[in-house]
Every structure is written in structure tokens, then in C-alpha cells.
């Protein structure tokens, strides 16, 4: 994953951050944020920086964005690229300095008192955005600016800049009456609170689902440290309910009641009728978002969400779940029958994880134990993920042990070009932390921008089990694979080549940021690379081939019911966001059959991998018309792929090419003028099939 804080003017409002309460008065002169760092590429100055120095950095960095952004709009001269674009990619200066290291740092190293600036100033911060996106005067000069931009002399990036700003001011409403723009207003207000409302509901929904255990050998199957995780003091021993449809211990348990019961609490959690019912609340926020996208001129609200995104339609988006759907649910049938084969009765959506766990253990068992020792965290940093990028783009590393790190795992390097010349800082945060979010991503403190003069600063973050004192850092497979994902992240912030800070390295579209970091993790399983890093960290001793090929069969496991519970969910969230406004959805459950009936993707052993009623990602988390953006990035990178090894795989020439077509383009170009320039032709999904093992002929 990567977090893109968006701070720059125009973006201002998206990161969820703001500072501290500090009792001692900061002074300009003590501030580190209030002048540009003076080390190397103004990497924050962790060993100077203060909890108490965020706030009042925070609150005059938005002071003085807001001078700036007053000054833009009420200045005479009549509206040019470089005084009302340039100046607003310049503004914002310090907000962003201080922005970028509060981000990162409430992220991966938080406390109460940054948590305390936080819920203070993210109200702030929304705020600072309506500011400036309802400001009629600094619309008036963008909108005049766009109605001539091919008359401006302007080059490539020069003109979709322009156009970029004048999209963002559009779809934040500013073209509106006051009649429109107050019901705007009062809409997302509606959506703030139900969204709110929708979180509390699925928390407390989630966590009422529970079951409650009294006799220990329902729960056979499961192993005593998991039995002993979910005891509870009266004796009797609780399943909680993870997020989504299917549970983790289904796949365990033998107790097929139990395994009913438990599926059963999941996808009911948040229909009993009571103050935890979700429904009332999904169905009124479709239909506020509909109505909104109807005030902005869109015939739905997925239109309005896709229009920047590189799907651009709802159709586009549709078509390609519906492509991979008819593979994906044939597919399924098989791994169906092939299970039943071992079941007494007909298998029902509760079975499907403990049979599909009984075939893998039989045809695919990976033995952690067997393959960590292969997987030693600094051998896979140097020979595996430094060593795919020497390969692939000439890159080397020399890590820096002078720059200063805000916690004591962290670790520097400085990334040198091809040709020796230096090209960024990069640092790595790998070991859990009590005060470190869940998951790994990738941000930057300072990103790269030929107007500004910076180069990128970029950090990976992930929770890897740190090892005890003196003992190596072991890997499983997937802690490799994330390394190189969230390497690939940075290398798209490292290798960013652009003039203005607002489309710098990751600053691309939702349904394309995955794509790079995605497409790195190909090179972990590439023989060349396996060989240079995957050694038994007490002997040397390469990996044996069988274990290799093993990792690699298991990627293809039970890919039919995961691929169809994907795109159940993202079809699913297709069909709320594309409704019209004034539509009456009605009852929720039968809405919802509708739709994957409608889409080909009702399959009663393979239920979406989240309901409508628990669909957090669409209704709370920002990924309302966006949930296929996860398979859209994924056949981008394997079609991407398919180009390497078509192209004689991993060389120079091809990383290269890659790297002036793709990783250094950041937001400059619209991502589908990108992608078909470097591929020939527009993306198709024939290798994500084959990659996920859903292609019965192979390829010749
Ligand atoms: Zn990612």
C-alpha cells in the first residue's frame, strides 16, 4: 500500500493529521520545521524535532498557505500559468514540511500527544481544503486559465497541470450556484456523520457478532495456543469475527454446526434489527452520494468517482470484472467439486475454508520452518531487493549511518544512479512496534520536484517479528514479498522526473498507484534473484528447487473462490454507486442478489468477500466505486510483466525502458495514454489468468 498525504495546495485536507498540545512556548528560531532542514535533501532533522514542535508548526504552516492563497486570488494582474498555477504549487511551503514528518510519524511511531494534535487539527485541515476550493476569486483565474490553456505556450505537463486544477475545483463543486453549493455542503456534511455512524454500527456490530463458547471440544481442530488466546476468566472461550464474510477458523474447525453458527454471525452481524443495524444508514448514504453526483452533472456517483480514475466509465470498470468473473466463477465450480469429492454432504459457503484447508495441506504444504531460514531479512535487502534494482535499473545503495532516524530499527540509505550519481534517500522501518499501525506502506518526507529543486525522500514501513538480541531476522515468504512490494512504491517516488511537486512519484490515480509496487513483486520468485538471496543463513546453501517451485504452486491455490469473492465485492460495490439519484433501493438483501445475479457472479458457496452491510471499504474507508481498483492495478502489473518476459525479462534495457515510460512519470500524463505507450496496446486481464492459475490452455 502506499499513503499519499496529498499536501501540496490544491490537495491540502486529505492527510489526517495534525499536532500536539505542548506546554513550552516554541520559538521560529527553535522550530526545525520553520526552515528548511540543512541535511541531505532536507531530510527531517529527527535528532532536533520535538513532539511540542508539530502543532505550532501545523497551525502557522496553514496561516501562512492561507496569505498565500488569498494573495493568488486578489492580485490584479490578470490570470498566467506561472501566477496563479506556479504559485500555487509553490505555497503551502512549510505546511507540507512539517505535514509530511507528522504523517509518517503518527503512522509508524505515535504517542498520545501526537494523537492529540491529530484529533485536534484534522477538523482544522478539512477545513483549510473548503477554504480554498470554494474560493470564487482563485476559481475565477484557474477556470480562465483552462478556457485558454492551448493558447498559453504551455508544454505537456504545463497544460494537464492546469487542467488537473481545474478538474480539482470542478469536482469540489465550485462551478455551482449558492443554492447548489449550500446543498452540497449540507450533503457532505450527511455523509461525514453517517459515515461516522456506519463505523461506530460495524464496530460495536462486529464485536456483539462474537461467539460465546462454553465446551471446549466444539472447538477441535483449532490448535491450544489459539484455544488458549480465546479463553475468558469465566471459563468459557470466545470467536471473534474478523472484517470479512468468511472467518479464519473456519478453516479449522471440524465442528461443522459451529462452522455454520460462525458464518452465519458474520454475515448477519449488522442485520438484527436493533442499533447495530447497518442498513438504514447504507441505503440513505447511496442515495446522498447519488444526489451529489447529480448536483455535480454526473448520471450516478460511480461516474462522477471513475471520471478520475484511469477506468474513466463504470462500464470500463464493469467489463473487466465481468471478463475475469466467467473464468473466475468456472474456476470455482471445479475447486467446488473437487472438494465435495471429500465432504460427506453437499458443501455449503461454511465448509468451503476447512476443505479448501484439507487440499492444501495435501497438494500445496508449505513448512514455514522449513523456508524461513532461506528468508534472513538483511540478505534479502541487499541480494534480493537491492540486487533486482542493480539488475533492472543499474541502482546501488550505500546506507548512512550520519543521518539522523526517529527510532532506533530504522535505517538509512542513500540511493546512487546508474551512472554514480546520487538519486535519493531511502529509509526502511521493517520491525513491529506496540506504537506502529498495522500492515506495510510506503510514503515520502520530502517529495521529488524540478520546481522546488527537492529530490525524493522516501520511506517503506512494514511489522516484521523482530528477532531477539543477536538472533537473525527470519522472513516468511510473504514478509519477502512485501519487501519488494513496498519497494516498488518507492522506487515510483524515487525515479520521479517531474517539474511540479502536485504529480510528483505516486500522485497517480487510485486504480494505478498499486501497479508499480505490485509489478516489483515479480522479480522475488525470478531465478536470478532467488539465487542471490534466497541462502540458508547458517550454511550458505542455496534454496532447494522443490521448496522454490513450491512457493510458487501455492500462489495458484484456491484462486477460483478468491478471485469470485473479489469481484462479487466490487461488483457489489458497483452496483450501490450506480444507481441514479431519486432511486429507491428497498430492502438491502434482496438488492444485493439482484445485483450479483445481474452480474453473473451469484455463487451460494462463494458469497463476496464482504457484504453490503460490513463493506467497510466502501461505505467508511474512501473506496466507495473504487473496491476494483485492487484487480484493475493487478492486471496492470502482470499484463506489464507479460511485456518482460516477451521482451527477453529482467535486463537493463527493459528496466530502462520502464523507468522512462512508467516509474518517472508520476501524475504527469493521464495513466491510460501511459500504460498503452509502454505496453502497444491497452491492458488485458489474459495474464493475471494465467498468473492466478485460471487459464485451462496455456499460452503458447
Ligand atoms: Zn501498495
Known amino acids: 500500500m502506499t499513503r499519499h498525504l496529498l499536501l501540496g495546495l490544491a490537495l491540502t485536507g486529505a492527510a489526517a493529521c495534525a499536532h500536539s498540545v505542548s506546554t513550552t512556548t516554541t520559538t521560529s528560531q527553535a522550530n526545525p520545521f520553520f526552515q528548511p532542514s540543512p541535511l541531505l ?157 456506519f463505523q461506530k454500527k460495524l464496530l460495536a456490530a462486529t464485536k456483539a457478532g462474537a461467539l460465546v463458547i462454553g465446551d471446549r471440544g466444539q472447538l477441535a481442530g483449532m490448535s491450544d495456543a489459539e484455544i488458549a488466546a480465546m479463553a475468558r476468566p469465566d471459563g468459557k472461550w470466545v470467536l471473534k469475527l474478523q472484517n470479512t464474510t468468511q472467518q479464519p477458523a473456519q478453516a479449522e474447525l471440524e465442528n461443522r454446526d459451529l462452522r455454520r453458527r460462525l458464518f452465519e454471525a458474520s454475515t448477519q452481524r449488522a442485520e438484527h434489527g436493533d442499533s447495530n443495524d447497518t442498513r438504514a444508514v447504507i441505503t440513505r448514504l447511496a442515495a446522498l452520494r447519488a444526489e451529489r453526483a447529480q448536483l455535480l452533472g454526473y448520471p450516478n456517483f460511480a461516474a462522477y468517482a471513475l471520471d478520475d480514475e484511469m477506468a474513466k466509465t463504470p462500464d470500463r470498470a464493469i467489463k473487466l470484472l465481468s471478463d475475469i468473473a466467467e473464468p473466475a466463477v468456472a474456476k470455482a465450480h471445479v475447486e467446488d467439486e473437487h472438494m465435495q469429492a471429500l465432504a460427506a454432504s453437499k458443501l455449503e459457503p461454511w465448509d468451503w475454508q476447512y476443505y479448501a484447508e484439507q487440499v492444501r495441506k495435501k497438494d500445496y504444504a508449505l513448512d514455514e520452518s522449513q523456508i524461513k531460514p532461506y528468508f534472513e531479512l538483511d540478505r534479502v535487502l541487499h541480494d534480493g531487493v537491492f540486487f533486482a534494482a542493480h539488475q533492472l535499473y543499474g541502482l546501488t545503495f550505500k546506507e548512512r549511518k550520519d543521518i539522523p532516524v526517529y527510532q532506533p530499527d530504522v535505517r538509512v540509505f542513500e540511493v546512487f544512479d546508474a551512472d554514480g550519481s546520487s538519486l535519493a534517500l531511502w529509509y526502511c522501518d521493517y520491525f513491529k512496534r506496540d506504537n506502529k499501525n498495522g500492515g506495510a506502506w510506503e510514503d515520502t518526507f520530502v517529495e521529488q520536484s524540478g520546481l522546488l529543486g527537492t529530490k525524493p525522500v522516501v520511506f517503506n514501513v512494514a511489522n516484521f517479528t523482530k528477532p531477539a538480541t543477536g538472533q537473525p531476522a527470519l522472513l516468511s515468504y510473504s514478509d519477502v514479498n512485501t519487501m519488494f512490494h513496498e519497494f516498488g512504491h518507492a522506487l515510483h517516488a524515487m525515479f520521479s522526473h517531474v517539474e511540479y511537486p502536485r504529480f510528483a512519484g505516486t500522485a497517480t490515480p487510485r486504480d494505478f498507484v498499486e501497479f508499480p509496487s505490485q509489478f516489483n513483486e515479480h522479480w522475488a520468485l525470478e531465478p536470478s534473484v532467488v539465487a542471490s538471496y534466497a541462502k540458508d543463513y547458517r550454511t550458505g546453501a542455496p534454496m532447494p528447487q522443490e521448496l522454490i517451485d513450491k512457493i510458487k504452486r501455492t500462489r495458484t491455490f484456491n484462486q477460483g473462490f478468491a478471485l469470485t469473492e473479489s469481484i462479487g465485492a466490487a461488483l457489489l460495490d458497483m452496483a450501490w454507486h450506480t444507481i441514479p439519484a431519486g432511486t429507491s433501493t428497498g430492502d438491502v438483501d434482496a438488492f444485493e442478489a439482484a445485483a450479483l445475479e445481474r452480474y453473473h457472479v451469484a ?94 490452455t496455456p499460452q503458447p
Open 41 to 197: 535533501y532536507q531530510a527531517p532533522p529527527f535528532d532536533l524535532i520535538h513532539d511540542g514542535d508539530y502543532q505550532p508548526a501545523i497551525e502557522e504552516g496553514m496561516r501562512q498557505q492561507l496569505v498565500e492563497i488569498h494573495e493568488i486570488g486578489a492580485q490584479s494582474a490578470s490570470p498566467t500559468f506561472d501566477n496563479t498555477i506556479v504559485a500555487m504549487e509553490k505555497s503551502g511551503e512549510l505546511l507540507t514540511r512539517v505535514m509530511k514528518v507528522f504523517g509518517a510519524m503518527s503512522g509508524a511511531n505515535t504517542n498520545d500527544a501526537l494523537e492529540h494534535v491529530q484529533e485536534v487539527m484534522a477538523p482544522k485541515l478539512a477545513a483549510q481544503r473548503d477554504a480554498f476550493f470554494l474560493d470564487d476569486k482563485l476559481f475565477q483565474r484557474v477556470s480562465s486559465l483552462y478556457a485558454r490553456r492551448d493558447a498559453l505556450g504551455l508544454n505537456a505537463e504545463q497544460r494537464f497541470l492546469v487542467e488537473r486544477y481545474y478538474q480539482d475545483f470542478v469536482r469540489s463543486g465550485a462551478k455551482l450556484g449558492p443554492a447548489d453549493k449550500a446543498r452540497l455542503k449540507a450533503l457532505n456534511a450527511e455523509e461525514a456523520t453517517l459515515t461516522t455512524s
Open 603 to 696: 455463487v451460494h458457496e462463494v458469497p463476496p468477500r464482504y457484504r453490503s452491510t460490513y463493506f467497510a471499504h466502501i461505505w467508511q474507508n474512501g473506496y466507495a466505486a473504487g473496491y476494483y481498483a485492487y484487480l484493475w492495478s493487478e492486471i496492470l502489473d502482470d499484463d506489464a510483466y507479460a511485456w518482460f518476459v516477451e521482451h527477453g525479462g529482467m535486463t537493463r534495457d527493459n528496466g530502462q525502458r520502464f523507468r522512462d515510460m512508467i516509474l518517472s512519470r508520476g501524475g504527469t500524463i493521464e495513466a491510460a495514454d501511459m500504460y498503452r505507450a509502454f505496453r502497444g496496446r491497452d491492458p488485458s486481464a489474459e495474464a493475471l489468468l494465467e498468473n492466478r492459475g485460471l487459464k485451462t
